[in-house]
């Protein structure tokens, strides 16, 4: 029956089937219990799930965890909150993190947005990246794009002040619509590259699979580096 009290939510991902390899039904085995959090509708308490005050930074739709995975090692100082749907993706980072000995990395398997609206407790992270979104490239599908007007909001409430919002993507008129939907609200966000600008590349962001493929493909890619706006 449809509750029709309740819309259906328009999400910015379509599951993907795909098996875990052997590898990764062990390292969930063995990791999961010590690196995963599971969804809840309550606000996390940060510092006793890291076990320390260190500033967290919360990646979106990590993919196979390259990326974090690195910025993790490189960024011992920092904790790290991964969030992505696609199980596979999350048993490969699982494999990194026993394979790097990492232990500054926690791991939530569930839509985005809800554990930013549910789990994140407001102004408590230092950074958000979202790096290489599904584009939805066909207008009819504008609606998926993760970064809406209510995205902005949510990510400014659980940003602190002074926090970093960062954007990645090969596709330029995503870009557009990214820089366009942060600029409108001067009031949460100062770009940091100026007016209607991408920032440089940072040096800290490594190549993922779905850049290297971008590249290939003669996309140029864009870097969108946004600051809460505040004092820190
Ligand atoms: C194009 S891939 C990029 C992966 C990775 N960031 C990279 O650069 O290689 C986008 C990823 O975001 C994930 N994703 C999309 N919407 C999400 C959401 N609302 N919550 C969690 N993950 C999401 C997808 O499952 C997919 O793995």
Redesign the pocket.
């Known amino acids: 029956m449809n509750d029709t009290s309740q819309p259906r939510k328009i ?3 379509v599951l ?1 089937g795909g098996r875990l390899t052997k590898g990764q039904q062990r390292a969930f085995e063995r990791s999961w219990p010590r690196f995963g959090v599971e969804y809840q509708e309550h606000p996390l308490d940060l510092e006793a799930l890291f076990g320390n005050d260190h500033p967290v930074w919360l ?6 965890g ?2 974090l995975a690195a910025m993790a090692a490189a960024h011992p100082e920092r904790n790290w909150l991964g ?4 199980p596979p ?1 999350v048993g490969r980072l699982l494999m990194r993190i026993e394979e790097q000995g990492l232990t500054n990395i926690r791991i939530i398997r ?4 809800e ?1 930013l609206e549910k789990m994140i407790p407001p102004a408590s992270l230092a950074g958000i990246l979202l ?4 584009p939805w490239h066909k207008k009819r599908h504008h609606k998926r794009r ?1 970064v809406q007007p209510a995205f902005v909001e949510l990510v400014a409430s659980r940003l602190r002040p002074g926090g970093l919002f960062h954007a ?1 993507t090969d596709w330029v008129p995503y870009a557009e619509w990214i820089l366009e939907r942060f600029e409108a609200r001067p009031d949460l966000f100062e770009n940091l590259a100026g007016p209607g600008g991408y920032a440089k590349r940072p040096e800290t962001r490594p190549l ?4 290297a493929r971008g590249q290939r493909l003669g996309h140029e890619v864009r870097d969108l580096l946004f600051r809460r706006t505040g004092s820190a």
């Open positions: 999400r910015s991902f993907r990646e979106i739709g990590f993919g196979n390259e990326s969030i992505e749907v696609h993706g569930h839509d985005a947005v554990v790096l290489f979104p599904d993760i990645a993922t699979k779905f850049e």
